[in-house]
C-alpha cells in the first residue's frame, strides 16, 4: 500500500494536505483503488490528489472527509486551492511536446508509481523491456485525442 512517511525526501515539497491523507488512508488501509471506487474516480486521479497534483472538487472533499474520517474543515481548507504542481522537478525540457509528456509524468509520476507498488509491489517498470504505442481517437465532436500506451516488464 502507498505511504508517505516522515523520512520522505518528498515530504517537504508536498502539500499539507498530503501528511493528513496519507496517514488516514494507512490508518484505514485503503488502496487508491478502493479510494477511486468511494470516490467515483480512476484510482490515478485519487493518488494525484494525494500528491497535490490535481484540484478537489466539493464532492471529492466530503467523500474523502467521511470515508477517511478526517474533519471535513480540515480537509476543505487543506484542499479547496489551487494544485502547485510541479515541485518536485527542477528543469522541464524546452521543446514543447516533450515538454507536455514530461509534465504527464511530473504531474502524476507519484500516482502512478504508488499505483504499480500498490498492484506489483517493490520494483519498477522496465524501460529496456518496454513497447509504446501511439493512437489517434476522434470523439463524437471530431476532436483528436492522443492515445500513448506504455508497457514495461515489471
Do not use: C
Request: aromatic share 10%; hydrophobic share 45%.
Amino acid at each position: 500500500m502507498a505511504t508517505l512517511n516522515a523520512t520522505d525526501p518528498l515530504l517537504p515539497r508536498l502539500p499539507s494536505s498530503s501528511p493528513t491523507l496519507f496517514a488516514a488512508k494507512a490508518n484505514k488501509g485503503l488502496t487508491f483503488a478502493e479510494l477511486g471506487n468511494a470516490l467515483g474516480r480512476d484510482e490515478v486521479a485519487v493518488a494525484a490528489l494525494f500528491y497535490g497534483q490535481a484540484q478537489a472538487s466539493a464532492a471529492d472533499i466530503s467523500k474523502l472527509s467521511e470515508v477517511l474520517d478526517i474533519p471535513h474543515a480540515q480537509l476543505q481548507s487543506q484542499l479547496s486551492g489551487f494544485p502547485d504542481r510541479g515541485h518536485t522537478v527542477d528543469l522541464p525540457p524546452k521543446e514543447p511536446l516533450i515538454y507536455r509528456l514530461f509534465e504527464i509524468v511530473q504531474n502524476y509520476g507519484y500516482a502512478y508509481k504508488a499505483i504499480l507498488n500498490e498492484k506489483f509491489g517493490d520494483g519498477i517498470m522496465s524501460a529496456i523491456a518496454f513497447t509504446t504505442k501511439v493512437d489517434k481517437e476522434l470523439d463524437e465532436q471530431g476532436n483528436a485525442w492522443a492515445v500513448i500506451t506504455l508497457r514495461g516488464k515489471w
